[in-house]
């Protein structure tokens, strides 16, 4: 079964950057879309960026020029660099994973996807 562990959370000042890890392990297949989603208390989790096994990338448009969605394979980890952070991106950030068919988009849909982890808190103070 999929594990996902995210790591790098925190509290940052408008403005200032946060790096997301989410280390993956257990066996998913050769295909596959991961993704970070984001839930603020009160609402439902919200797709952020997606990334699938040959690189493709997707963004919500609120963090389009700001976030970048990467992954290292060799360390079965992906990552989100989140830059110029606005107190609006303060959620609980998710990390999210489903094994897939064919290549393409990563849709941010969250009934799309299988595993999830824990989550980790992110705080961007004005």
């Known amino acids: 079964e999929m594990q996902l562990v995210e790591s790098g959370g925190g509290a940052v000042q408008s403005g200032g950057s946060l790096r997301l890890s989410c280390e993956a392990s257990g066996h998913m297949g050769s295909r596959y879309c991961m993704a970070w989603f984001r839930r603020v208390p009160g609402s439902g989790r919200e797709g952020v960026a997606g990334?699938?096994?040959?690189?493709?990338?997707n963004y919500a448009d609120s963090v389009k020029g700001r976030f970048t969605i990467s992954q290292d394979k060799a360390r079965s980890t992906v990552y989100l660099q989140m830059n110029s952070l606005k107190p609006e991106d303060t959620a609980m950030y998710y990390c999210a994973a489903v094994a897939t068919t064919s290549p393409g988009v990563c849709l941010l849909w969250e009934t799309l996807f299988g595993f999830w982890g824990q989550g980790i808190q992110v705080i961007v103070s004005s």
């Open positions: 990334i699938d096994s040959d690189g493709i990338t």
